[in-house]
């Protein structure tokens, strides 16, 4: 797709009536928006960076998101795997819209444009979920045990089991000592206080800040996809004798994967 | 007032339209880098899961600072694949690239410098050996 361009001059090039960078004007500024947009990510995340790396402790992300949807726990990192795979796929649809568009081909962008709404959607449902369970927390919460802040956890045989933080846990008669000399309890979080990270409040108002913020993002795009959706089902692109309007919003559909690829890694794996 | 966004010629080379054996290509291409980019998440989901941070005694197990570089490794990797094939712009002039890609990543690597040096200051300073906390 790529070289009818390269073999001009650089006078024609430069010498006015047409863009230098063989582009036109709109997906230029796409691209100027998205970069600002992403530095606002950037600067989003390196604050969270700047948070983490002082803090005396973070919780570990496969311990904090290990739920599924009616399964329960224990499985960890696999549902948000499944939203990552999930944005993943629909950016793959979107790319096959613009891929269609190129060749005037109105059904097929039709067909791959939908599926990417829709995939688009159930991310947002998804990040809905993880956004309820993250509020509503675990079944028993943590306690503040004489010796720290517990989270509370209950084995198949329905014996005790204290989460002391870095992996470590507490369990039998021990345990039971311990959560006996409790003297506070915390269950799920909010803007002031978390459950996942007792001393360090600030990890829940990262994490709602910055996924709420991507979330707002895939929300206009799921927007964006559903208008430009309808024009092309109208006939609109068709009439202009080229899809390029697909490849504007395509363009913002691919930067919500990218940032979401950066976001799962911070706040998921590391 | 003239419209720019009515492509009449083939001068916008990433906007022209191509034929059904020129897409077969290009669809080819886009469902090796969907495996590509599957096959990245599987294996980090995969070292998520199964390599602890902290070993059984709850001290900081030796693996992880290599697991979190090969983290950010595979991240930057993927992020590679959207931006250049998925978003086109490794098909872009040369030059349009660069004016994407150069001020974000000299601002982003400062950015990324500045924070990480101060909090090490600060961490030294609430958590330190001679830190403000009793």
Same mark, same amino acid.
């Given at each position: 797709?790529?070289?009818?361009?390269?073999? @001009?001059?650089?006078?024609?090039?430069?010498?006015?009536?047409?863009?230098?960078?063989?582009?036109?004007?709109?997906?230029?500024?796409?691209?100027?928006?998205?970069?600002?947009?992403?530095?606002?990510?950037?600067?989003?995340?390196?604050?969270?960076?700047?948070?983490?790396?002082?803090?005396?402790?973070?919780?570990?992300?496969?311990?904090?998101?290990?739920? $599924?949807?009616?399964?329960?726990?224990?499985?960890?990192?696999?549902?948000?795997?499944?939203?990552?795979?999930?944005?993943?796929?629909?950016?793959?649809? $979107?790319?096959?819209?613009?891929?269609?568009?190129?060749?005037l081909?109105?059904?097929?962008?039709?067909?791959?444009?939908?599926?990417?709404?829709?995939?688009?959607?159930?991310?947002?449902?998804? %990040?809905?979920?993880?956004?309820?369970?993250?509020?509503?927390?675990?079944?028993?919460?943590? @306690?503040?045990?004489?010796?720290?802040?517990?989270?509370? *956890?209950?084995?198949?045989?329905?014996?005790?089991?204290?989460?002391?933080?870095?992996?470590?846990?507490?369990?039998?008669?021990?345990?039971?000592?311990?959560?006996?000399?409790?003297?506070?309890?915390? %269950?799920?979080?909010?803007? @002031?206080?978390?459950?996942?990270?007792?001393?360090?409040? %600030?990890?829940?108002?990262?994490?709602?800040? @910055?996924?709420?913020?991507?979330?707002?993002?895939?929300?206009?795009?799921?927007?964006?996809?559903?208008?430009?959706?309808?024009?092309?089902?109208?006939?609109?692109y068709d009439k202009r004798g080229h899809?390029?309007?697909?490849?504007?919003?395509?363009?913002?559909?691919?930067?919500? *994967?990218?940032?979401?690829?950066?976001?799962?890694?911070?706040?998921?794996?590391? | 007032?003239?419209?720019?966004?009515l492509i009449?010629?083939?001068?916008?080379?990433?906007?022209?339209n191509?034929?059904?054996?020129?897409?077969?290509? !290009?669809?080819?291409?886009?469902? #090796?880098?969907?495996?590509?980019?599957?096959?990245?998440?599987?294996?980090?989901? =995969? !070292?998520?899961?199964?390599? #602890?941070?902290?070993?059984?005694?709850?001290?900081?197990?030796?693996?992880?600072?290599?697991?979190?570089?090969?983290? =950010?490794?595979?991240?930057?990797? #993927?992020?590679?694949? !959207?931006?250049?094939?998925?978003?086109?712009?490794?098909?872009?002039?040369?030059?349009? #690239?660069?004016?994407?890609?150069?001020?974000?990543?000299?601002?982003?690597?400062?950015?990324?410098?500045?924070?990480?040096?101060?909090?090490?200051?600060?961490?030294?300073?609430?958590?330190?050996?001679?830190? !403000?906390?009793?």
């Open positions: 797709m790529a070289g009818q361009s390269e073999n @001009i001059s650089r006078s024609e090039l430069w010498g006015g009536n047409g863009s230098p960078f063989r582009i036109s004007y709109g997906k230029q500024w796409m691209w100027m928006f998205l970069v600002s947009d992403a530095l606002t990510f950037g600067g989003l995340l390196t604050a969270y960076g700047f948070a983490r790396h002082q803090a005396p402790s973070w919780p570990i992300g496969e311990e904090t998101f290990n739920a $599924m949807p009616f399964l329960g726990n224990g499985y960890p990192l696999l549902y948000v795997a499944l939203m990552t795979f999930i944005l993943i796929v629909s950016s793959v649809t $979107m790319v096959l819209a613009v891929e269609a568009g190129h060749r081909d109105k059904k097929g962008v039709v067909k791959w444009l939908l599926l990417t709404v829709v995939g688009g959607l159930f991310f947002v449902g998804s %990040q809905g979920w993880e956004w309820y369970h993250f509020i509503h927390g675990t079944h028993y919460g943590s @306690i503040l045990t004489p010796e720290g802040w517990a989270v509370v *956890d209950y084995n198949t045989a329905n014996e005790l089991i204290l989460r002391m933080g870095r992996g470590l846990t507490v369990t039998g008669a021990e345990a039971k000592a311990l959560f006996d000399g409790a003297t506070a309890t915390m %269950q799920g979080a909010n803007l @002031i206080e978390n459950e996942y990270a007792p001393l360090v409040p %600030q990890y829940a108002n990262f994490f709602f800040f @910055i996924t709420g913020f991507h979330g707002f993002h895939v929300f206009s795009g799921v927007v964006f996809n559903f208008i430009i959706l309808v024009n092309v089902i109208r006939g609109v899809y390029e309007m697909v490849e504007k919003v395509g363009l913002y559909w691919h930067f919500v *994967d990218l940032v979401w690829v950066f976001v799962f890694t911070f706040f998921y794996l590391l | 007032m003239e419209r720019d966004d009449q010629d083939n001068n916008y080379s990433v906007s022209a191509h034929d059904e054996a020129h897409g077969v290509a !290009i669809r080819k291409k886009i469902w #090796k880098v969907t495996g590509i980019l599957t096959l990245i998440t599987v294996i980090e989901v =995969l !070292i998520g899961a199964f390599i #602890k941070q902290y070993d059984a005694a709850g001290e900081d197990n030796f693996l992880w600072p290599y697991v979190k570089i090969g983290f =950010l490794v595979l991240t930057v990797v #993927k992020a590679a694949y !959207i931006v250049l094939i998925f978003m086109h712009l490794g098909d872009e002039r040369k030059s349009f #690239k660069w004016v994407i890609l150069a001020p974000y990543i000299l601002f982003i690597a400062y950015l990324i410098f500045i924070c990480l040096a101060e909090s090490t200051y600060w961490h030294e300073v609430f958590q330190g050996e001679n830190s !403000i906390n009793p």
